[in-house]
Structure formats: C-alpha cells, structure tokens
C-alpha cells in the first residue's frame, strides 16, 4: 500500500500532538468563515485578499477519493506538492475579475510558499489531535470556556492567497464582478477604496478631517 511506509512518520506526530495537551488549545472563537477583501488603491490598483479554508479547499478538489488529513500530513515534498499545485490551478483557473466586463489587467496570484503550506497542513494536524483527545478525557467544556486565543490560533485552519492588478483602462467607476472558484463554499467579501490626503502642518497641529457617512 502506498501510504505504508507514512507510518513511522504518522506515528511520531500523533505522539508529537499528544505532548500538547497542556498548552493553550486552539481558538474555537473568532470569525471562521472564508474571506475576501476587495481594495482599489490609486483609483486603479486593485488587491483581493482571500483567506480560505484549506482543508475543505483540499476535501472539495479530492470529493472522489478524500484524503486522510492525518496523510496529508504526513506526506512527501513531492506528493504535497502536487495537492499545492491543484489548489494553485483552481484558482487561476476558476476565479475572474471584471469591471463593465472588461478583465483585470496585468492580474497576477500570490500564493504562500510549500514550507508554509505543510506547516499549515500539521497544525491543523495537530488541532485535531488535541481535540480528540480532549474529547475522551472530557475536557472538551473546558476548551470552550476559554476565552484566551492568540491571532495565530484564529488563523490557523486558513490559508491566504492575494490577487492584484488594475482595473481597465477608462474603467474607474462601473459594475464589479468576481467570480470564485466554486471549492471554496461560502464566503464573505468587503469591498473599499481607501483615500490618501498628504497633509501640511500649520502653527499648532496636523489636523486630519474625514467626513463619516
């Protein structure tokens, strides 16, 4: 079987997980929900960053034959990267940003490197781990009622991607359309187009002024 000699390794990071039990569990609060956040910068440079959820990312590419998380972290350079460049592909593939119909110029991906990718994969690993072994030692309530939880801990089942680019050429105002790859599921999108002042000091101060709507 190809995943028998994953073993050994699989192993080492079940007993790894279980020598965490002590420490601060992973944060069950905090927004768990893929994102996307559209800005225009210069009236023509736009920058969306998607936060997503890697392992249904992961689950929905591989619906035919999913793959064991516990595998998944476990798995060679090369076969994660395989798995890295799927999730590359759906992107590149399926996701389209258009004002008044006109395509993104000079649109380029951003993606995290490999290391940062499996790193991603073992903490989640790692999570499910303590979970369950929290789970049988009745700790669970305990886990819920806390309310510490780093930044880190928030993140730590979602990956990033950014996308950039510039809107058309004599296109600054009209209909926006982005179309996601269907593999993410639900997500929430904020849109906003930030204005920059350069501003002079006079006798007294540095006075910024924002009218709020």
């Given at each position: 079987?190809?995943?028998?000699?994953?073993?050994?390794?699989?192993?080492?990071?079940?007993?790894?997980?279980?020598?965490?039990?002590?420490?601060?569990?992973?944060?069950?609060?905090?927004?768990?929900?893929?994102t996307a956040q559209v800005n225009?910068?210069?009236?023509?440079?736009?920058?969306?960053?998607?936060?997503?959820?890697?392992?249904?990312?992961?689950?929905?590419?591989?619906?035919?034959?999913?793959?064991?998380?516990?595998?998944?972290?476990?798995?060679?350079?090369?076969?994660?990267?395989?798995?890295?460049?799927?999730?590359?592909?759906?992107?590149?593939?399926?996701?389209s940003i258009r004002l008044n119909?006109?395509?993104?110029?000079?649109?380029?991906?951003?993606?995290?490197?490999?290391?940062?990718?499996?790193?991603?994969?073992?903490?989640?690993?790692?999570?499910?781990?303590?979970?369950?072994?929290?789970?049988?030692?009745?700790?669970?309530?305990?886990?819920?009622?806390?309310?510490?939880?780093?930044?880190?801990?928030?993140?730590?089942?979602?990956?990033?991607?950014?996308?950039?680019?510039?809107?058309?050429?004599?296109?600054?105002?009209?209909?926006?359309?982005?179309?996601?790859?269907?593999?993410?599921?639900?997500?929430?999108?904020?849109?906003?187009?930030?204005?920059?002042?350069?501003?002079?000091?006079?006798?007294?101060?540095?006075?910024?002024?924002?009218?709020?709507?």
């Amino acid at each position: 079987m190809k995943y028998k000699s994953m073993i050994p390794g699989l192993i080492k990071l079940l007993l790894t997980g279980l020598l965490l039990l002590n420490s601060i569990g992973v944060g069950a609060h905090g927004l768990k929900i893929n994102t996307a956040q559209v800005n225009i910068r210069n009236d023509n440079h736009m920058i969306v960053r998607i936060r997503y959820d890697l392992m249904h990312f992961l689950h929905q590419l591989n619906q035919e034959k999913p793959l064991p998380l516990a595998f998944l972290a476990n798995m060679s350079d090369q076969q994660l990267e395989q798995q890295f460049e799927r999730i590359k592909a759906a992107f590149r593939d399926n996701l389209s940003i258009r004002l008044n119909n006109k395509p993104l110029q000079s649109m380029q991906f951003r993606f995290n490197s490999l290391p940062r990718f499996r790193a991603k994969i073992r903490e989640q690993f790692m999570q499910q781990t303590r979970q369950q072994a929290m789970q049988k030692n009745g700790q669970n309530k305990q886990q819920k009622k806390s309310q510490t939880h780093s930044h880190d801990d928030q993140q730590q089942t979602f990956h990033m991607v950014n996308v950039d680019g510039f809107l058309p050429a004599n296109h600054s105002n009209g209909n926006l359309a982005i179309d996601f790859p269907l593999e993410l599921g639900e997500i929430m999108v904020t849109y906003s187009k930030p204005v920059s002042q350069t501003l002079k000091a006079d006798a007294n101060t540095i006075r910024y002024r924002q009218v709020i709507h």
